[in-house]
């Protein structure tokens, strides 16, 4: 017998179904999928059946020890100096490989150092390029989310005025959206470029030619931060849009009442607007958030990770394993371990953004 | 109902038609090149004269572009839906060989005993594709330049040794005419990598993979000549002879513009530089002391596993390797013809022509990529390990990563079938 649940909301259930069974087949079905293979050794292309290998992927990404060692001293006792005048410690590598002593440290690599007293602590991990991944895309939503939240709604404001033309200005802070990625990637790609890139040429123009030339894209230095601020630019406009959104819903009555009582600018943005914007700047941070998490095209496009693994990120280690080296199991691990820092972070920020009561 | 009847008697009509007229059998083909009209041109051809040259077998061609054609063939080889013929990168074969998605050619060695090495490819000692053309990369520069830095030209017999290859650089830096004395083609991301920079390291003395057991790159990769590579390698961007981040407009017209003394790039851009240049000439690789080497195996034919007909398959692969076709190819994409015959029958690589001094290169020097299934992922590592040395990351350490990196790839594949 039918329970009432299913029958009386027959429609109900004929309506959801073509998106839920979407959902199923392309949203949850691959998520299980991935979580499944995290656990196996599956490949791409292979005819090797799949193993059950427990956490053994898990623990080859996110495997990590430390290393404190003396510097070298010679025979007297006197602590050798390396060409730049600092102590000179030990290879790490004379114990990450081949050494007997340390099989725990067999196949790691030095991710970085602190020197503290007379020695040195190198922080090793098992696959350093992940860890380079992962710092970089916290760095990338650590800067973008405000950053980008921030300027949409100060172009939000600015937008949401009665003035003759201002659809032109929306149209125009909002066309970067509509532009494909991989399009604007490109685009960028030239406006950074090293030798005769727009960026170059406008910096050497208003200083005079006192500007030297950047590799924008090829230096370490500047490749993150140049990505971060194309990203921060192509997606600006959508989060404007919302945040416009959010400022329309808000009763002009509450504006007539503040000016009657004679509020200056800034106490009505203060106690008017933010408190009416309170739901739209949970969404906006959320999504924005999900999204610098996801950060894949741009890096695909303009870096490829490079230069010295400047720009790897989480999704395009992902990818990169899933199907460039055929490793389908290790991108699934990478989607998992990526899937749970996003969610705790989103449940973190519904947790400090909810209403107190 | 009426409508019924009439469609149904269509269509048995339309059956009976095609089998009265022609008792042929379908064989599916998937080729990389879709949007190249002048090699779709040549292959139609072939499959238009193989249709008519026989009353079993007729071929049907679908094409794909290239940058999807990979990924098109794994997905058709998970849903079982691979064609009976298809192309590959030879480098790729032994891959889908492994993981049985190709199986051998049925072709009779003796037709193809006038080959070049590069373009057979071969898999546990079975023949499973074959090439029309090979590639080759060679150091291009002008007879003017190496006049005016009073350089020594350098032969097959007689090429650049290591020492002559950076004295020719460092008088192109000294002249000061040039932006870099050498363009290594580093926009070039990709293939590219392995397939022009790995005979640098072979002519070292090193190599991607130890090539006697294909089970390690222990030593190889990492052992003292590839690390007398990488600090070469490192020098030659510290040092500023080339650039270790390139616009792809300078590689693409960069030498034609005059920024380079000397740019190392294939033979499909030798015409290109020959119209820029009267006096360009193509030099061989240089010896760094393990002989001059340069990579080889461009696509190829080959039958899938599943191929319920791979007689007739054979059959036209084996058309298709005829002297005109390899020509016709060679005429069209500026390509090598794989065999001496077909070279004569083309006007860039018959004797004396502009670009019959690549046919002796790939002849002589040619060495191809590590036939393995694990070389797919390998051409990654060795790619990143190169970028990485280029932008300065220490030498020793990048190719010991890259060692352990490719070792823990062939364990976790049960070494490969190797």
Redesign the interface.
């Known amino acids: 017998m039918a329970s009432k649940f299913l029958k009386s909301n027959r429609t109900g259930w004929l309506m959801a179904g073509p998106a839920a069974a979407l959902i199923g087949c392309f949203v949850i079905l691959p998520f299980v999928f991935a979580i499944i293979l995290s656990f196996t050794?599956q490949?791409?292309?292979?005819?090797?059946a799949a193993e059950f290998t427990g956490l053994a992927n898990y623990r080859q990404l996110l495997g990590m020890a430390t290393l404190t060692l003396d510097p070298v001293k010679d025979e007297a006792g006197v602590v050798k100096l390396a060409a730049d005048g600092t102590p000179e410690y030990p290879a790490?590598?004379s114990f990450t490989?081949n050494n007997p002593d340390h099989p725990d440290l067999a196949?790691m690599?030095?991710w970085f150092s602190f020197d503290h007293g007379d020695s040195r602590t190198f922080i090793l991990a098992r696959d350093?390029v992940f860890m380079q991944a992962l710092l970089n895309t916290f760095i990338f939503v650590l800067v973008v989310a405000p950053l980008q939240g921030g300027l949409a709604l100060g172009l939000a404001l600015l937008i949401n005025q009665r003035l003759r033309g201002i659809n032109l200005f929306r149209a125009i802070y909002f066309m970067p959206v509509v532009v494909s990625i991989v399009v604007v990637s490109l685009l960028w790609r030239f406006i950074y470029?090293?030798?005769?890139g727009l960026l170059n040429n406008l910096l050497g123009a208003i200083s005079f030619g006192a500007m030297p030339k950047v590799?924008w894209?090829?230096n370490?230095n500047t490749a993150l931060g140049a990505i971060i601020l194309m990203s921060v630019w192509q997606a600006v406009g959508f989060h404007m849009v919302i945040w416009l959104s959010g400022l329309q819903t808000i009763s002009p009555t509450l504006y007539e009442a503040g000016a009657i009582e004679g509020a200056s600018k800034w106490q009505t943005f203060r106690y008017i607007t933010w408190p009416g914007l309170r739901n739209t700047a949970v969404l906006v941070l959320i999504v924005i958030t999900m999204q610098a998490f996801a950060l894949f095209a741009q890096i695909d496009v303009m870096t490829?990770?490079?230069?010295?693994?400047s720009t790897q990120t989480i999704v395009f280690q992902a990818v990169?394993r899933g199907?460039?080296?055929?490793?389908i199991s290790g991108g699934s691990t990478i989607s998992v371990i990526l899937f749970v820092i996003v969610l705790s972070i989103s449940m973190i920020q519904r947790w400090l953004t909810r209403e107190r009561t | 109902m009426k409508h019924f009847t009439l469609a149904a008697g269509a269509l048995l009509a339309s059956v009976a038609f095609t089998t009265v007229a022609q008792a042929q059998t379908t064989l599916s083909m998937w080729y990389h090149g879709a949007g190249n009209e002048g090699e779709a041109k040549v292959l139609n051809q072939i499959i238009t004269d193989f249709n008519a040259s026989q009353a079993d077998w007729k071929v049907e061609l679908q094409s794909f572009p290239q940058a999807a054609y990979n990924d098109s063939v794994t997905a058709g080889a998970l849903a079982g839906n691979l064609p009976d013929i298809l192309d590959v990168d030879g480098p790729i074969m032994p891959n889908w060989a492994w993981a049985g998605y190709m199986q051998p050619l049925q072709i009779d060695e003796a037709k193809i005993a006038g080959f070049l090495p590069g373009p057979k490819g071969y898999w546990g000692g079975k023949l499973y594709s074959i090439g029309l053309w090979d590639a080759a990369v060679a150091l291009v520069t002008r007879q003017s330049i190496l006049d005016e830095l009073k350089l020594r030209t350098p032969t097959l017999d007689q090429p650049w040794t290591g020492e002559e290859f950076m004295a020719a650089l460092d008088a192109a830096k000294a002249s000061g005419k040039y932006e870099f004395p050498l363009d290594l083609g580093m926009a070039w991301t990709g293939e590219w990598y392995p397939y022009a920079f790995s005979p640098l390291l072979q002519s070292f003395g090193g190599d991607i993979v130890d090539r006697t057991t294909y089970k390690t790159a222990e030593g190889t990769l990492n052992g003292e000549a590839a690390v007398k590579f990488g600090d070469w390698w490192q020098g030659l961007f510290k040092n500023g002879y080339a650039q270790a981040t390139q616009d792809p407009a300078d590689r693409d017209g960069g030498f034609a513009a005059g920024k380079y003394a000397f740019s190392w790039n294939g033979n499909w851009a030798a015409l290109g530089a020959l119209a820029a240049f009267d006096d360009t000439v193509f030099l061989p690789a240089p010896d760094f002391g393990a002989g001059a080497k340069i990579g080889a195996a461009s696509w190829q034919f080959g039958i899938s596993a599943k191929s319920a007909h791979p007689d007739g398959a054979s059959k036209f692969i084996e058309f298709a390797l005829q002297d005109k076709y390899l020509a016709d190819f060679a005429n069209t994409t500026g390509l090598i013809p794989a065999t001496k015959t077909a070279a004569a029958m083309t006007e860039n690589y018959k004797d004396g022509g502009p670009l019959a001094v690549f046919y002796g290169m790939t002849e002589a020097n040619a060495l191809v990529r590590p036939v393995s299934p694990g070389y797919v992922v390998q051409a990654k590592v060795f790619e990143k390990a190169l970028a990485d040395i280029a932008n300065g990351a220490a030498v020793a350490d990048t190719l010991d990563a890259a060692v352990d990196e490719i070792n823990a790839d062939i364990e976790k594949n049960g070494g490969y079938g190797h």
């Open positions: 050794n490949r791409l292309v292979s005819p090797n790490v590598r490989r196949g690599r030095e350093v470029d090293g030798q005769s590799d894209l090829g370490p490829g990770g490079g230069p010295l693994d990169e199907y460039g080296k055929q490793d």
